[in-house]
């Protein structure tokens, strides 16, 4: 049986500080409920977008950072998915997500071209530093003629995360970011006034 995924705002500010934090286990719920022999399937593992890393500004070459500097901007819209729990009840082996992610783009005064590639990520903070904590992609936007604003949901994403007596499915933290360097990271934390949309 499949469960839908609901968007889970994060407040941390701090991407590193958030991926390094280990997380505290709730409490689990039964898989079966004790007064019939129906499964009641367990509810999806939290899915959420970082405050500062839901965003990105892309600069032409050299050290402007102002408005006329900007190639493009980004922003993470949201997500549409389900979750589908792998194994008897109630001990599930890994719960399968499946994510469509959303972006706005803006073009700016240095684009120089209308194709423009970038990276985000999906993560499980509580598996962090692990490669198995961490799933990169990439995708590419097109402008077409005469539009410097577009909207595009990306291809479908299936995410595989383990289960285990300490790690249950609706404990579960996955954190959905751009891919951005430390000074892209610096500049949103800056809450600079040069961002093209108001």
Do not use: W
Not at 16 to 39: G, H, K, M, Q, Y
Not at 161 to 167: A, G, T
Not at 180 to 196: E, G, P, V, Y
């Amino acid at each position: 049986m499949r469960r839908k995924l609901t968007m889970v705002p994060y407040k941390t500010p701090a991407l590193l500080a958030l991926c390094a934090a280990a997380l505290s286990a709730c409490a689990a719920v039964d898989a079966v409920n004790p007064f019939t022999d129906a499964v009641v399937v367990p509810a999806c593992p939290e899915v959420g977008l970082l405050k500062d890393a839901d965003h990105m500004t892309m600069f032409g070459d050299g050290p402007g950072r102002d408005i006329s500097d900007v190639v493009f901007e980004s922003e993470i819209k949201g997500f549409k998915g389900e979750c589908e729990y792998v194994g008897g009840a109630p001990d599930y082996t890994e719960v399968v997500l499946n994510l469509r992610v959303s972006f706005d783009l803006i073009l700016g005064p240095a684009a120089r071209g209308r194709d423009y590639k970038f990276g985000y990520f999906v993560a499980i903070p509580s598996s962090f530093p692990r490669k198995d904590g961490k799933s990169s992609f990439s995708a590419m936007v097109n402008f077409p003629p005469r539009r410097n604003r577009v909207t595009f949901t990306d291809d479908p994403l299936e995410i595989t995360i383990p289960l285990s007596e300490s790690r249950r499915g609706p404990d579960t933290k996955v954190v959905i970011s751009f891919a951005l360097s430390r000074d892209q990271l610096n500049f949103n934390r800056s809450n600079s006034k040069t961002r093209l949309r108001k």
